[in-house]
């Protein structure tokens, strides 16, 4: 399995000279089985560069075939769909997985971009076959020789974390979560007040998930300094993400979501603070940086 970050970014996309070193766009990342199968995670504007890339290949005559996972549907994780070339073209196939947001389905969300208000090519010129696939949140699905496993984070509305499981590796995406000792967010987990049974039953739920991955892509937009007043924003800190990592006994931390306030040298300093926590630990920490690919080969790294 080969990993492709094409969006690192949380919140917005940016573009300064201190940010080029991880790149500037939001959310998307890229996963190819050594079968060809394409996976895509998340629409942000990091897909657009892909897109782009995909037209290169069998995409632009027609001839193209990939699955999109949907993590969920803030803005920085769908706003590029829209400038992703190869939904405009006739014969390409598409297949969105998702548990949609609390009663919208995927379909109406990713359409109502396409609004005229909003954008001005309407979603009837998509010519590309999409077909949509709604999953419940703990399902275990299979697609395409991977094999995914579904949870729900700790971010409002529905956002989903996947296992995915294929070439006999092993790879878990967390893009947006907060601590659930702090505060419960997500639809259905009953209301802000922290509640001590809830968050170890869903700590023991998120462990087994994340356990002895390969890799582990998990949120670290803040500061430990930063996270004190704003636990309720969704999001955590490299030692979280550390913390999560050793107790599911995972290979490779790499941080993500990028906060867009912050310039190479802080993140660069949460990597290092990071790196520091978990100096006695055998796992490898990196941060996302767009472009990189990983590449655990067809039995682990
Ligand atoms: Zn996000
Ligand atoms: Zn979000």
Redesign the pocket.
């Known amino acids: 399995m080969k990993l492709t970050f094409y969006g690192v970014r ?2 917005y996309p940016i573009s300064r000279p201190n940010n080029v070193r991880y790149g500037g766009n939001s ?1 998307c990342l890229h996963f190819r089985l050594t079968s060809g199968a394409e996976f895509i995670f998340d629409g942000g504007s990091g897909i657009v560069k892909l897109g782009r890339e995909m037209m290169d290949r069998e995409f632009s005559q027609g001839n193209g075939k990939a699955t999109v996972l949907v993590g969920h549907t ?1 803005w ?2 769908i706003l590029g769909y829209p400038f992703f070339l190869p939904f405009y073209v006739p014969g390409n196939d598409f297949r969105f997985i998702s548990a949609g947001q609390t009663g919208v389905s995927i379909h109406e969300i990713l359409s109502g971009q396409h609004h005229d208000l909003h954008f001005p090519v309407p979603f009837k010129d998509l010519a590309a076959n999409i077909e949509y696939d709604e999953f419940s949140i703990g399902d275990s699905l299979a697609v395409d020789g991977m094999k995914l496993t579904t949870f729900q984070l700790n971010h409002p509305g529905l956002t989903v974390a996947y296992r995915l499981e294929g070439d006999s590796t092993s790879v878990v995406v967390i ?2 979560t907060a601590r659930i000792h702090a505060v419960r967010l997500g639809d259905n987990m009953g209301g802000l007040e922290p509640d001590s049974a809830f968050s170890r039953r869903y700590t023991d739920q998120l462990t087994a998930l994340c356990a002895n991955a390969d890799v582990l892509v998990h949120d670290a937009h803040f500061f430990d300094h930063e996270i004190q007043d704003k636990e309720h924003w969704g999001h955590a800190t490299g030692e979280d993400a550390l913390i999560l990592a050793r107790n599911a006994g995972v290979k490779h931390l790499v941080l993500f ?1 990028h906060a867009p306030e912050h310039n190479d040298t802080e993140v660069d300093q949460i990597l290092q603070a990071t790196r520091d926590l978990g100096r006695r630990d055998s796992l490898k920490i990196t941060a996302a940086t767009e472009g990189v690919t990983i590449d655990l080969g067809e039995a682990g790294p």
């Open positions: 949380g919140s959310t803030h920085d994780h893009t947006d979501h």
